[in-house]
């Protein structure tokens, strides 16, 4: 019989791992395997965090201000551009090879020329974000734009639906799926690509501090913001994991044997 797994089982494999990884770093570090000036134990990490906790949290909510903007605009910028792809005749065989180029240019080499053109402030670091979240929704709405129903496809035609109201009746309700999906993968990568736009030259921001911490040889620190770094990323992760279960309630819930 098909039972639905519950959430705690789900969890508690990848949990009891990283708990032994860090017993094991614990260790390592308390038996005197690794130097503490190289990679300071998880208790210490911990107990630099909370004596330095206001400072941190300055510094988070200039990445999470940072990375919302950025990743707001990238799926707006994402959003838009599929849906001029896929429904302007020639658009895409003209600007998509163009979108792909963008990906292949390292974002360490935009980050510089931004900063150039537009100075120290936000809107270069925002940009920068932009610039990699908007292509996974492209992609991935423009797949699932590109994929409906055939039979309602050619139902709709018959009926005389035009173009137009078939992108908003059929093509974007099918689209949602992979739109979500696309918003996942951006979501991972606009707090990454917010910590590398902290690196142009700005005082804040836990790419800044992270940066300023390690090149000032104190590694607890910086390990403290890394492991906010990922809290962030799995935070606005799981955001979007949600409002899709809230937004696609058609899904059926996936059971285990």
Known sequence: MAIRKSGWAKAWPPMAVLAGLLACWQAAVTWGKVDKW????????????IQIWPRLMEHTEATVQL??????GGSAVGFVLAALLHLIPGFRSAVYPLLVLSQNV?????????????????LPKVLLVTVVCFFPITVAM?????????????????????????FWRLELPHAIVHLFSGLKISASYSVL?????????????LGA?????????MPDRGYAAVFI?????????????LAERIV????PVKEVE
């Open 38 to 49: 190289l990679l300071p134990s998880p208790l210490a990490i911990v107990q630099e965090a």
């Open 67 to 72: 990375t919302l903007l950025g990743f707001a």
């Open 106 to 122: 390292p974002i360490i080499a935009i980050a510089p020329i931004l900063t150039m053109l537009l100075g120290y402030g936000l």
């Open 142 to 166: 423009l797949s699932g734009l590109s994929s409906p129903d055939a039979q309602l496809r050619h139902y709709f035609q018959m009926i005389g639906i035009g173009k137009w109201q078939l």
């Open 193 to 205: 690509s917010a910590i590398v736009a902290e690196w142009l030259g700005t005082n804040k921001g």
């Open 209 to 217: 501090f992270m940066l300023i911490s390690f090149k000032g040889f």
């Open 229 to 241: 770094i990922v809290t962030l990323s799995l935070t606005l992760f799981g955001l979007i994991v």
């Open 248 to 251: 696609i309630r058609w899904q």
